[in-house]
C-alpha cells in the first residue's frame, strides 16, 4: 500500500505559519496596511498549491518563496518604501504581547539596523535562520542557493551583528544640573 | 580533511541584547482582529472554537482594512474562489490529518473555482529550490562560487561542518553506520554548530536504517521535544513513522 501522502491541511499550514509569513513580508518591506492583504494573497497562493508541495520540500521555505514574491510585487504597485527603521515599534505587533520594555526595543532597533546595512541575501539568510529558526537547508531551499552559500550568508551576517552587539552603544548624555 | 577546524564560533555566546532582539522580532504577528479577517476571507476555521469570538471582534481596525472590504477587486474575486476551494481542498486533506480538529463540517464538495486570471501566483517550480534532491549531497565537495566576503577563515570552518554533515548524507542510505559515525564526529566538533538539527535527524536515519527502530523512535521523539518547533518535524515523523507497523 502506497504511503499516504501527508500533505498538510491547509488551515493547519495558515495557524502554522502566518505569523512567519507577516514578517518575511515585513522583511521585505511591506507595511501598514498592505500586511493583511499581502498575507492573505500569499496564502490564496498557498490553497492554490498546496497539494502540488512535494514531500521533501519544506513548507515554511516554500512559503517564503510565495511571500518574497508577493512582497516584491506589492512593492511594485504600491511603492510600498523598502524596510526603515522607524520611531514607534510596527504597528503589527500584537498589542497584547508587546512588552513596553525600552531595553528590549532599544535592542530591537540596534538588531534592525544592522539588519538593514546588510546585503539582501545576507540579512535575509541571517533573519530565517537565527530568527525564523530555520534550518540551513532550508535557508538554502528558501533562497535557492547551494547549502554552503546559505551558510556563508549566515556566518558573515552573524559576525557583523556579533560585533555590532559587542560594540559598546553609545549612550544617552545624562542631563547636566 | 579539516580534522581539527573546529568553528569556535559555532560556541559563541549570543550577547544578551541580541537573543532579546532577537526574540522581539520573533514576536511579531498579525493581531487577534487582522487573525480573525484573514481566517474569515480565507474560510480558515478559528482554531479557538466556532463559538469563541475574537479577542476584540470589533476593536480598533489599527490603520488596516476591514476585511473584504479593504482588498482589491481582484483579490475580492481571488478570495471568494478560494474559500470554495478550500473547502474541497480541507476536506481532502483533513482525513488524513486528525491531529487538527474542525468543529465545522467540510464545505460541499464543488469543482474548484479557478480564481482570477490576472492573479498569477508564481509556480511550484519557480520557488522550488534550484537544486533538485533536497540532499545536502548538493552540496558535497563543492569550491565556494565566489566569496562572500573577506571572512575566509569562516568559510574554511563552514565547509568543513557543511562537508561532514554532506558525507553522512550522502552515505546514510548505503551506509548508515559510517553515516552514524560521522555525525558523532560532527557532535564532537560541533556541539553547537548550526547543523546539529541536520544531524540528529540524519541519526534518527542512520538508526533507522540499521534496524534500530527502537533507538530511532526515542532519538526522535527527544528531538523533537528539545525542537517542538523545528522545520524538520515532518521528516522526523516520517522517518519513524515508515517503521511503525
Known sequence: MPPVRATPAFPRVFEENVSFVWRVLEHHGVRGSELEDATQEVFIVVARKLGDLDDGVSVRSWLYGIARRVASSQRRRAHVRREQLTDEPPASIDAARQHDDAERQEALRLLQTVLEKLPEEQRMAFVLREVEQLTIQEVADAMGCPLQTAYSRVRVAKDHVMAAFREPQPQEVPHAG | ?????????????????????????????????????????????????????????????????????????????????????????????????????????????????????????????????????????????????????????????????????????????????AALALCREHARKFPKGMLVQEREVLIVEALQRMGQEEEARKKSESFLKENPDTALRNKVEHLTADAAP
Not at chain 2, 481532502?92 to 491531529?99: E, K, L, P
Not at chain 2, 464538495?109 to 501566483?121: G, I, K, N, T, Y
Open chain 2, 1 to 177: 580533511m579539516q580534522d581539527d577546524t573546529h568553528d569556535p564560533r559555532g560556541d559563541e555566546a549570543i550577547p544578551e541584547a541580541l537573543r532579546v532582539a532577537m526574540g522581539a522580532m520573533r514576536e511579531r504577528a498579525p493581531g487577534q482582529d487582522s487573525l480573525a479577517r484573514m481566517r474569515a476571507s480565507l474560510g480558515v476555521p478559528d482554531p479557538s472554537g466556532p463559538g469563541a469570538p475574537p479577542d476584540s471582534p470589533n476593536g480598533s481596525p489599527s490603520g488596516t482594512t476591514t476585511g473584504l472590504a479593504g482588498l482589491s477587486a481582484i483579490k475580492a474575486l481571488a478570495v471568494a474562489g478560494v474559500a470554495v476551494t478550500l473547502g474541497g481542498l480541507w476536506w481532502a486533506t483533513t482525513r488524513d490529518d486528525s491531529s487538527i480538529a474542525m468543529s465545522t463540517p467540510g464545505p460541499a464538495m464543488s469543482a474548484p473555482v479557478e480564481l482570477a486570471s490576472s492573479f498569477s501566483p508564481p509556480s511550484h517550480s519557480a520557488i522550488a529550490p534550484e537544486t533538485p534532491s533536497p540532499a545536502l549531497s548538493a552540496t558535497a565537495p563543492v569550491k565556494p562560487r565566489r566569496a562572500e566576503n573577506s571572512a575566509s577563515a569562516s568559510a574554511a570552518a563552514g565547509e568543513s561542518e557543511v562537508q561532514l554533515i554532506g558525507r553522512a548524507q550522502q552515505l546514510v542510505r548505503s551506509q548508515p553506520q
